[in-house]
């Protein structure tokens, strides 16, 4: 039995010449739309045969959403009934085996909110230790620098010298921030240990300095040798920052800069 595409060609009369069927254009358009319209009905219908309904491509992608590659405690409990339900009904996972891995889930999960409890402690710790600092606005904190600044507001400069032992006299140098030497004197270091130090903010011609920041220089003889003494100075205190978990709160000084209030030596009124 053989099949004729009623497109192609028709029945004829026996003893009668076959005459090819023409197509028109308008036919082949309207061939070509039923064609497509069939193609979407078909993805939108249900043919009755399993098979070419497997067959069809889905409508749209089923691809899924990215995560965060992180394990929840839903899906702990999907992949724990996952593997009760493939197990060896035979040989069953033993008890404690099942309680040690829910035992495992419980740990991660509660260092995980153990984590989060500490990051909202350190940032409360940080919020107090910046509101007790506060109190520190507008008075004076030693740090560990030689440099501090001259202004309109505050024309002196205070610190301190550190000495290994009792020096005679100490060479104190005044220098602006080009290096440029500015005036010296000696100040006595007889009594050992921490020597106060000041500058009056004049010039050895005695005229006011420029406001900048100038650096406190000392030297003196330890054991009949020249030695450069360190030297610590104090600043004004305008504000205070928040700063982070790991510096915690940070002292804004008038024209120095920042440091961390773990950095103070001291604090001064003056």
């Not at 829910?102 to 153990?114: E, N, P, Q, R, Y």
């Not at 709160?249 to 440091?259: E, Q, S, Y």
């Amino acid at each position: 039995m053989s099949l004729i595409n009623p497109l192609t060609a028709t029945q004829t009369a026996p003893g009668q010449p076959q005459q090819a069927n023409a197509i028109s254009p308008q036919t082949a358009q309207a061939a070509t739309q039923s064609s497509v319209a069939s193609a979407t009905n078909t993805e939108q219908t249900s043919t009755g045969n399993p098979f070419l309904d497997g067959l069809r491509l889905p409508e749209e992608s089923s691809i899924p959403e990215p995560n965060n590659q992180e394990l929840t405690q839903e899906d702990f409990f999907s992949l724990l009934s996952q593997q009760l339900s493939m197990q060896d009904p035979f040989k069953p996972v033993e008890n404690d085996q099942m309680i040690q891995q829910m035992a495992s889930f419980s740990t991660v999960d509660g260092i995980s909110k153990l984590n989060e409890e500490i990051i909202n402690l350190n940032a409360l710790t940080s919020s107090s230790q910046a509101l007790q600092a506060s109190g520190l606005v507008g008075q004076k904190v030693l740090i560990p620098s030689d440099t501090a600044h001259i202004s309109a507001e505050d024309p002196t400069m205070k610190g301190i010298i550190s000495t290994p032992s009792p020096i005679e006299s100490i060479t104190v140098r005044i220098e602006d921030e080009k290096g440029q030497l500015i005036t010296t004197y000696n100040v006595d270091g007889s009594a050992g240990g921490n020597i106060d130090v000041s500058w009056d903010g004049l010039d050895k011609n005695g005229e006011p300095v420029a406001e900048g920041n100038y650096t406190f220089k000392a030297s003196g003889k330890v054991d009949g040798t020249s030695e450069e003494l360190p030297v610590s100075t104090y600043a004004h205190v305008t504000s205070v920052s928040l700063g982070t978990a790991a510096t915690g709160a940070i002292l804004n000084l008038r024209g120095v800069g920042g440091i961390k209030i773990s950095d103070v030596l001291a604090v001064s009124e003056t």
